[in-house]
């Protein structure tokens, strides 16, 4: 007989492993840790520690953040970037008025707050869906920004309206330098990524998926559909709070309520679509292309001497054209996205060398 813990999915077609598959699996994990925590401290610059590596890894794992919502539970959201906010300010209050509190007490405090709010906004999702849902969700998006600048307490009564990022320590060792928060970035996104696996390969990650896939009948299997969706803004914004702590003080070092405006919330859809849906390390195939293609732009126009692209404002408005166009080619032609490409060809490679 069939029962309810049988019929419900292993894991998503983005996720899928071939069988044998675990020591490789395994293998490159490893590699990653190597490459996170030995080659890149010791041959990058402070340049590219600062300017491009720790916005794409924050970037890349607000991706994961959005992608545990909408890639594995099937919902949607248009304020990322409210929940990343809420993480910010709520650090900095916490440093602010809990004095001697750890950071990774911080961290996790933050998270927290960061998904009790998720669940708040979360709560529209127990009755609709689609198109509506996203047009609720970004109520939080407009909310928090209006919240955090009429309300100076937040940042502790500043005339700017801007949080600064405290002295970044743990057990003794100063997380001040590029290299410090560098190290502080890896650390905190490899944990996650390591519980984003943890969740998804759960019996609550297969449930959300169930009810990605077909939501009457995970209703029918017995799986309680309204507490799973709001485990899933949950822990979405669990890791979004987490993010915009990182982005505020590792990377940008000051932030106001509108850093984390409709354009940030805009991009990290974005790091989803063009990385793939359902993955969680194709959302860094995402994040570099959101971090990276303004920089090359700007190197391809200084190489050019294309004076009529000189304008800063043309070059923005050349990389959303490039953007639309990726995402539009990406939808008609490749749906999961970028690291369903990078499977693909890596599949092709190994049957051809099979032979």
């Given at each position: 007989?069939?029962?309810?813990?049988?019929?419900?999915p292993?894991?998503?077609?983005?996720?899928?492993?071939?069988?044998?598959?675990?020591?490789?699996?395994?293998?490159?994990?490893?590699?990653?840790?190597?490459?996170?925590?030995?080659?890149?401290?010791?041959?990058?610059s402070?340049?590219?520690?600062?300017?491009?590596?720790?916005p794409?890894?924050?970037?890349?794992?607000?991706?994961?953040?959005?992608?545990l919502?909408?890639?594995?539970?099937g919902?949607?959201?248009?304020?990322?970037?409210?929940f990343?906010?809420v993480?910010?300010?709520?650090?900095?209050?916490?440093?602010?008025?809990?004095?001697?509190?750890?950071?990774?007490?911080v961290?996790?405090?933050?998270?927290?707050?960061?998904?009790?709010?998720g669940?708040?906004?979360?709560?529209?999702a127990?009755?609709?869906k689609?198109f509506?849902?996203?047009?609720?969700t970004?109520?939080?998006?407009?909310?928090?920004p209006?919240l955090?600048?009429?309300?100076p307490?937040?940042?502790?009564?500043?005339?700017?309206?801007?949080?600064?990022?405290?002295?970044?320590?743990?057990?003794?060792?100063?997380?001040?330098?590029?290299?410090?928060?560098?190290?502080l970035?890896?650390?905190?996104?490899?944990?996650?990524?390591?519980?984003?696996f943890?969740?998804?390969r759960?019996?609550?990650?297969?449930?959300w998926?169930?009810?990605?896939?077909?939501?009457?009948a995970?209703?029918?299997?017995?799986?309680?559909v309204?507490r799973?969706?709001?485990?899933?803004?949950?822990?979405?914004?669990?890791?979004?709070?987490?993010t915009?702590?990182?982005?505020?003080?590792a990377?940008?070092?000051?932030?106001?309520?509108?850093?984390?405006?409709?354009?940030?919330?805009?991009?990290i859809l974005?790091?989803?679509?063009?990385?793939?849906?359902?993955?969680?390390?194709?959302?860094?195939?995402?994040?570099?292309?959101?971090?990276?293609?303004?920089?090359?732009l700007?190197?391809?126009?200084?190489?050019?001497?294309?004076?009529?692209?000189?304008d800063q404002?043309?070059?923005?408005?050349?990389?959303?054209?490039?953007?639309?166009?990726?995402i539009?080619?990406?939808?008609?032609?490749?749906?999961d996205?970028?690291s369903?490409?990078?499977?693909?060809?890596?599949?092709?490679?190994?049957?051809?060398?099979?032979?």
């Open positions: 007989m069939t029962t309810i813990q049988d019929s419900i292993e894991a998503g077609p983005a996720e899928a492993l071939p069988s044998g598959a675990t020591l490789l699996q395994i293998g490159l994990v490893a590699a990653g840790l190597v490459i996170a925590f030995g080659l890149v401290p010791s041959l990058a402070d340049y590219w520690l600062s300017s491009i590596i720790i794409t890894v924050v970037m890349g794992l607000a991706g994961i953040s959005l992608n919502l909408q890639g594995y539970a919902l949607v959201s248009l304020g990322s970037a409210a990343m906010a993480g910010a300010f709520s650090a900095y209050n916490l440093i602010l008025r809990v004095p001697g509190l750890p950071l990774p007490a961290l996790l405090l933050a998270g927290l707050i960061a998904a009790v709010v669940v708040f906004f979360g709560l529209p127990l009755r609709i689609g509506y849902l996203a047009a609720s970004l109520g939080a998006q407009f909310f928090f209006w955090f600048t009429n309300y307490w937040f940042s502790n009564n500043s005339q700017s309206l801007t949080i600064s990022a405290p002295r970044l320590e743990f057990l003794g060792y100063d997380l001040q330098s590029p290299l410090g928060r560098y190290l970035v890896a650390t905190v996104t490899a944990l996650l990524i390591g519980l984003a943890l969740v998804v759960s019996r609550l990650g297969r449930e998926m169930a009810i990605r896939d077909m939501e009457t995970a209703s029918v299997l017995g799986i309680r309204a799973r969706k709001l485990q899933a803004y949950a822990v979405s914004s669990f890791f979004l709070g987490i915009g702590v990182l982005w505020g003080f990377y940008l070092g000051t932030a106001d309520a509108h850093t984390y405006n409709l354009d940030k919330s805009f991009q974005f790091i989803v679509l063009i990385g793939g849906t359902a993955t969680i390390f194709g959302n860094f195939l995402g994040a570099a292309f959101i971090v990276l293609t303004p920089i090359l700007d190197h391809v126009v200084l190489a050019a001497n294309i004076a009529y692209l000189s404002g043309a070059i923005t408005n050349l990389q959303r054209v490039i953007f639309g166009a990726i539009i080619f990406i939808l008609i032609k490749e749906p996205g970028l369903a490409w990078i499977r693909r060809g890596v599949g092709a490679l190994r049957a051809r060398l099979g032979r």
